[in-house]
Structures are given as structure tokens and as C-alpha cells.
């Protein structure tokens, strides 16, 4: 059997690869023949380009740009044919191929204002046409931040009708669960994020970059939050490293490492405070205490993707929320950096991650035994 995967696999964001990377080593060692469909949404794939080179440090985002074709070929096997389109009609030649497509994971099912959203306005390839006659899974897809009021009639419609024609549905979090059952009335499986599959090999990437022992990562959008971490960090004596570019940070490393080492830089680090997902996930598989910030603006009334990770994990205290985050001092910083780390639960993350991997495992069991 041959399978395609369908999801974000060619953006700047570390997590997209390392989600895809996931789905890919997982189902290759399963025995099958596994490819990366090599679509891009155009204004999505623009959008990323312009901000890689205007708004980040420009000669490393250049560099960055022509390094990430490559290491995607090195380590995907894609599919023969690349295309870069919004037009569903022209994307989705690619899908004929597979006798499985497999969609997913990261936010495939988004539904947002088009300044924000990466995938392309409805009907898209993401939510695979009537057209492709393989078997259909979705595997841990996410709408995360998504407004379903902004469909038209006919958009609904592709909606409902594509989410019933998966032969296996499965999301990420709780807020892709229920928004799908209220306009579909589908209920998805509830499974973890790929990158809780697999373990990533030791890119030995602390002794490449010559960081010192004690250092602490930090990459939260938030300027007036990630002051206060930083200085608490530096009280302690220290360093203070951005996988990506932080103005607050002793070391930057946006353009000069790799997914897989940033996968595996969270091994080297005393503590992280992150509002990223996957800087979360890589944190607890890294056994390294982690803070996780929610700061977006839609999460003063939505549930987001990490804390509904967390509390199914029964990690909810690792969590800072919308409201903390803005009201937070000094003193409480300190205090939640203490907590964090004085009373780390390792036993408790161990189990975890085991749970969370062996959730997408069943789930998988049960499609490849169909």
C-alpha cells in the first residue's frame, strides 16, 4: 500500500516538520510506502517567505531559505510532483497516486481570517474532495484558533460532506473535536500529536552550538512577559537562549540549526518557557521543567491546543494562562520558575508520554488492520 501525507511539511516552523517527520518514520516502520505529498499553499508559502526575510534577521533568513529545501529532501521522501496553489482544481492531481492519504497533523482544518490562516480558503485540498477514491484518515488535524461562522453556505457544505467521507477521523484537541461534531455531527477520535511517536535521533547539537551548562530556553511572543522570565533567568545565573530571534536572549539560533537539533536542543537546557506547541512537547520529552504560555488573543475564550494537551495529560499545572500571563510580577515569576523546577514530576511526565504515544498507536492499529 502506498500513503501520502498531507499536512504543513514546507514551512519555517520547526514543529510542521517535525510533526510530519513523525507521521513519516512511524508509518515507513510499519512496513509501508510512504511518501510526503509536496503541496504548499501559495499565499500561505508567500506569507512565510516574506516574513523569513523582512521582519527576521534577513541574510540569516535568506540562508535559511535555501538550507530548508534540501534538509526536507534528506530526510521526507516526497512525491514526484511539487505544487504551489490555492486552486483546489490544480492541487489535487496530486492526491491519485496513494491508495491512502493520510491528512494531519498540525492546523489542516483551519478556518480563520485570510491574514492569518496558511491553508487556502474552502474548498481546499486539506479537507481531501469527493474526487479521491483511497482511503481517507485524518490523523491528529487540528482547527486550532478557528472561527467556523465565517463559512458561507457552500463551504459548510464542502465541510460537512468531506469531514463524512473519512473512512478514520481523528484530531488533536478538544476544540477540533467539538467544533467538527457541532457543524458535521462527527465525532472525531481524540489522539496526541505525532512527535509523542517516535524517539528523534541525537543530533549532538549542544556541542555544535558550544553552549554553556546552565542555560534556559525562552521564545514567548510577549515582550513585557518574556522581560521578566528573561531576568529571572539571568538572577540564577542563566544564559538565555531563542531557538528562533528574541532581542531579550544571550543566544539566537534562528537560522543556524536545524528541526531535528531543535528537537533535540530542549536535552541541554536547565528550564524552558515557551509558547509554542511543540517547544512544550519537546521540553517534557526532554524530561526538561517547562512553563508553556498561552498569550494569543483567542484563547481569553477558547481552549487551546497546549492547555487541552496538558490537562489530558494531567500536566495542567505546567501551564500559564492568558490571564497570568498578562497580570503575572515579578515575584510571581520567581515563584512559578521555583515550583516548576523544585517539584518537577518526572515520574508523572514518564507515564505521560506513554500514554499520549500509545493513544495514536491504537488509533493506528486500528486504520492499518482495516
Not at 504560555?293 to 495529560?313: G, N, P
Amino acid at each position: 500500500m502506498k500513503i501520502g501525507i498531507l499536512t504543513y511539511h514546507d514551512t519555517f516552523n520547526a514543529g510542521a516538520f517535525l510533526q510530519t517527520y513523525a507521521t513519516y518514520i512511524y508509518l515507513k516502520e510499519q512496513g509501508f510506502n510512504v511518501e510526503v505529498i509536496d503541496y504548499v499553499p501559495r499565499k500561505g508559502f508567500i506569507k512565510e517567505y516574506k516574513t523569513k526575510i523582512i521582519t527576521k534577521q534577513p541574510i540569516r533568513g535568506l540562508k535559511a531559505i535555501l538550507k530548508q529545501r534540501s534538509f526536507i529532501k534528506e530526510n521526507l521522501a516526497l512525491s514526484d510532483e511539487r505544487v504551489v496553489s490555492d486552486k483546489l482544481h490544480i492541487a489535487k492531481k496530486l492526491l491519485k497516486p496513494y491508495d491512502m492519504v493520510v491528512v494531519g497533523s498540525d492546523t489542516v482544518f483551519e478556518v480563520r481570517p485570510r491574514a492569518k490562516a496558511f491553508a487556502p480558503e474552502l474548498p481546499n485540498l486539506f479537507y481531501l474532495p469527493k474526487c479521491y477514491k483511497g482511503k481517507k484518515v485524518s490523523f491528529a488535524a487540528s482547527a486550532d484558533k478557528s472561527d467556523f461562522t465565517l463559512l458561507d453556505t457552500k463551504q459548510k457544505e464542502y465541510v460537512i460532506n468531506s469531514i463524512k467521507n473519512f473512512d478514520f477521523l481523528s484530531v488533536r484537541d478538544t476544540f477540533t473535536q467539538q467544533s467538527l461534531n457541532s457543524l458535521t455531527g462527527e465525532k472525531a477520535e481524540l489522539v496526541f500529536d505525532p512527535t509523542f511517536l517516535i524517539n528523534f535521533p541525537d543530533t549532538n547539537v549542544g556541542n555544535k552550538l558550544n553552549l554553556s551548562k546552565n542555560f534556559a530556553i525562552l521564545n514567548v511572543a510577549n515582550k513585557k512577559f518574556g522581560a521578566l522570565i528573561a531576568k529571572e533567568f539571568k538572577r540564577r545565573g542563566w544564559q538565555v537562549v531563542c531557538p528562533t530571534k528574541c532581542e531579550l536572549a544571550d543566544v539566537n539560533l534562528n537560522g543556524l540549526i536545524n528541526p531535528l537539533e531543535w528537537a533535540d536542543l530542549y536535552k541541554y537546557s536547565k528550564f524552558t518557557v515557551t509558547d509554542r506547541f511543540h517547544g512544550t512537547i519537546f521540553s517534557l520529552k526532554a524530561g526538561c521543567p517547562v512553563l508553556s504560555i498561552d498569550d494569543a488573543s483567542e484563547y481569553k475564550t477558547q481552549k487551546s491546543k497546549k492547555e487541552d494537551m496538558l490537562d489530558r495529560l494531567q500536566l495542567s499545572s505546567l501551564l500559564v494562562n492568558y490571564h497570568s500571563v498578562h497580570t503575572s510580577t515579578e515575584s510571581d515569576i520567581k515563584l512559578l520558575i521555583d515550583d516548576t523546577f523544585n517539584d518537577w514530576p518526572n515520574l508523572e511526565v514518564e507515564k505521560s508520554l506513554m500514554l499520549a504515544s500509545e493513544k495514536s498507536k491504537v488509533f493506528w492499529k486500528n486504520v492499518l488492520n482495516d
